[in-house]
């Protein structure tokens, strides 16, 4: 079966009964905002943590709130849900239902940088350019 049939398959299984204005009204204790690197969080799969946008999202008490059932969230837990966020509801606000779930960032890969700078020996100048030629300079 197509993955995208196989997600909406899945969602019809019942949610509780609970919806997105419940999820929206309910509080959370504000989480402190740390970075992560993409490896990190596909070891907090167990703890529910999904990557969006390059913000890292703690899904465990949205999950029974989702719409589409948890099911559908749980082979993309510790995994970036960007793309496939945008296959199957791309209109959804997001960031203002996860607003809640936010624990941290994204870090930039140094590690690839490092590797980058070691293979060329070491980091490069910028060319060497002609600088333009004053006014006074100018033959008449
Ligand atoms: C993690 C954060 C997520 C949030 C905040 C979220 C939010 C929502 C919302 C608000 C709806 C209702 C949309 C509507 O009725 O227009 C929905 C439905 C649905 N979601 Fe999610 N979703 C999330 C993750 C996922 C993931 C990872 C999948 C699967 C890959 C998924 C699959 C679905 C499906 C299949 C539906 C039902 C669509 C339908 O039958 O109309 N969602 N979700």
């Not at 419940?22 to 070891?43: A, D, F, G, H, M």
Request: aromatic share 8%; with cysteine; glycine share 6%.
């Amino acid at each position: 079966m197509h993955k995208l049939r196989q997600i909406k398959e899945m969602s019809k299984q019942p949610t509780n009964g609970k919806n997105q204005s419940v999820w929206l009204s309910y509080n959370l204790p504000p989480q402190e905002i740390k970075k992560y690197t993409r490896k990190e969080v596909r070891k907090h799969k167990g703890d529910n943590w999904v990557i969006f946008k390059n913000k890292v999202y703690d899904l465990t008490h949205y999950l029974q709130y989702h719409p589409g059932g948890q099911d559908t969230i749980i082979p993309y837990l510790g995994k970036d849900i960007t793309r496939v966020i945008k296959s199957v509801h791309g209109w959804v606000n997001m960031e203002a239902l996860l607003r809640k779930c936010h624990i941290g960032d994204i870090t930039l890969n140094t590690n690839y940088l490092d590797h980058n700078n070691e293979k060329s020996g070491k980091t490069k100048s910028r060319p060497v350019t002609p600088s333009r030629l004053r006014f006074s300079e100018v033959k008449k």
